[in-house]
């Protein structure tokens, strides 16, 4: 696998929006952004132009290196225009998931403690009717009016010198580009610290994986993923759809916008993925490849999706996490030919081989923290534990939660970085293939051992009236009854059950890891998470099957 080499990013002291910059000089009249609903688009130079005018005016009222600014913007031309000009400024941008609910979003916010709120008269209206970062926001701008705040960003764009600023001077790489908060689905929600290294790495890391070129056209479903677009030379499409509802997304309109931009490169959710395997409206044939993230994707999700491609179009699953990504990364024919059959059998999912510049390790299972990384924590080909990753696309912190870093990273004094602990059992086989088996707190202990989700699910997955599984523990911790929850595809929902279960059962106890499984039930829709539609809420599941059960 190529590698990207640290050094270099360290000697070219890469800010994000230089990558922006190179982009409008090379490619000037092509387009960067194009909205279709409202009928508008940016060529990078007017992408460039425009960012160049705020990150002028953001630098007059005291927007400087550093000063954190929250920004709660929709997917659209602004959205663009405003972070890029953040990223030249050196500015740190603070993203949130507006779907995460009011009050977790009032408590990040208050952590993120933001000098400046940029946002929609809606989100300004929630800010000040809820108090959110009262104590640290001064400087608050709307998107499309004054309403509520000190500026718009057409006065802030009036502001500004006519002579386009320079892009901030980056020192280093590990100077902070941002703080993008994990969606909270099985955790509590926390702010991982993005240098400028770690973007420059992802995006380098993401063309080298996917062989984007520049000239592509990118259609993003996930608002973060569609800024890497523009900085990667892709011409990036806005989605006609709630970002925070990818699960209800109309493959219609994303069909339409495949076909009309005629779309390369299409990011989505396993939830939205299912969707469009679903849709009878036709084939998506100017695709070179979809990338899907956030969760495991079915396989038998992908070879239905895969009936509607080229052949030469491949669905790609990559592997990672909020704190860092990619990790891994693995196609569907590789999925469709050899891993899925292994799935079915107990395996776990196969997530593939690692990222380039990325090294993955397996340590024993531990809810602890780890003062240093040492070599003797790896452990053997083949053998289950807790899956670790180290390299310059990990995240080294988490914003204003020393407790929480301290439990998710093992600082290497070696290499001067810090392993992140990806919060997920697995292992790595004889071919170097990582496999993930579950979420380590998702595990469900048996007083004869531990059994792992993802390993246990896919087994009972193979019937064809089982849309998705969840496997949760019920009672104390350490002598949990495994209960399999259970979600039927829509044209089993009328299915005889009692029939239905006795099936089931008898699949599980063909293997020793599901034998212990004694108890199903059926659940009409499985809680999700908020970002992707399609991490299973396995810890609501299990307080739901315990009062089932009483």
Not at 278 to 285: H, K, L, N, V
Request: charged letters at 20%; one cysteine or more; hydrophobic letters at 40%.
């Amino acid at each position: 696998m190529p590698t990207i080499e640290m050094e270099a990013l360290v000697a070219s002291h890469l800010n994000v929006g230089k990558q922006l910059s190179t982009m409008a000089r090379d490619r000037p009249s092509q387009a960067a952004i194009r909205d279709p609903r409202h009928a508008r688009a940016l060529t990078f130079q007017q992408l460039e132009a425009d960012s160049d005018l705020l990150a002028s005016g953001f630098e007059q009222i005291g927007i400087t290196p550093g000063t954190r600014a929250v920004l709660m913007v929709p997917p659209s031309l602004e959205f663009f225009s405003v972070t890029f000009a953040l990223f030249k400024l050196g500015a740190v941008v603070v993203l949130i998931d507006p779907g995460m609910g009011i009050k977790s979003l009032g408590r990040r916010l208050g952590e993120a403690e933001p000098v400046a709120f940029i946002g929609t008269t809606k989100a300004h209206l929630a800010r000040r009717l809820l108090g959110w970062a009262k104590g640290s926001v001064r400087l608050t701008i709307g998107v499309k009016s004054k309403f509520l705040c000190n500026l718009s960003l057409s006065q802030i764009r009036d502001l500004a010198a006519t002579e386009a600023r320079p892009t901030a001077s980056v020192p280093s790489p590990d100077d902070v580009a941002a703080i993008v908060f994990t969606s909270g689905s099985t955790g509590p929600a926390k702010g991982a610290v993005y240098t400028h290294g770690n973007f420059a790495t992802q995006i380098a890391a993401l063309k080298e994986l996917f062989d984007i070129q520049s000239g592509e056209v990118d259609l993003s479903t996930f608002p973060l993923f569609g800024l890497y677009a523009p900085a990667m030379g892709m011409t990036a499409v806005i989605p006609d759809m709630d970002p925070t509802r990818p699960a209800r997304a109309s493959p219609r309109k994303i069909l339409g916008a495949v076909r009309e931009s005629r779309v390369t490169n299409l990011f989505g959710s396993p939830a939205l993925i299912d969707r469009l395997g679903r849709y009878q409206g036709g084939e998506f044939d100017s695709l070179l490849r979809i990338v899907s993230a956030g969760a495991p994707v079915a396989a038998k999700v992908i070879a239905r999706l895969t009936t509607k491609l080229p052949r030469r179009t491949q669905v790609h699953t990559p592997y990672g996490a909020t704190e860092a990504l990619p990790i891994a990364c693995i196609g569907s024919d590789e999925i469709l030919s050899e891993t899925r059959a292994m799935t079915d059998l107990g395996a776990g999912v196969c997530v593939g081989r690692p990222a380039p510049s990325t090294e993955i390790a397996i340590i024993p299972i531990s809810d602890n923290p780890i003062k240093a990384w040492d070599e003797s924590l790896r452990l053997p080909v083949g053998q289950i534990g807790e899956i670790t990753a180290y390299g310059p696309q990990v995240t080294q912190e988490y914003f204003n939660r020393p407790d929480l870093t301290a439990l998710a990273k093992i600082p290497d004094a070696v290499r001067g970085r810090a392993w992140h602990r990806m919060g997920d059992v697995g292992y790595l086989d004889e071919k170097g293939r990582l496999w993930m088996c579950g979420r380590k707190s998702q595990r469900v202990t048996t007083p004869n051992g531990p059994m792992f989700t993802i390993s246990c699910e896919g087994i009972f997955n193979t019937h064809p009236a089982v849309f998705r599984s969840a496997l949760v523990g019920v009672g104390r911790w350490g002598n949990h009854e495994p209960i399999l929850c259970v979600e039927l595809e829509p044209q089993y929902r009328n299915i005889d059950r009692i029939a239905l279960t006795r099936e089931l059962l008898a699949i599980g106890g063909k293997f020793d890891q599901t034998r212990p499984i004694r108890r199903i039930l059926f659940h009409r829709g499985f809680p999700v998470d908020i970002r992707h539609n399609a991490k299973i809420g396995r810890e609501k599941l299990a307080v739901w099957a315990a009062r089932r059960l009483r």
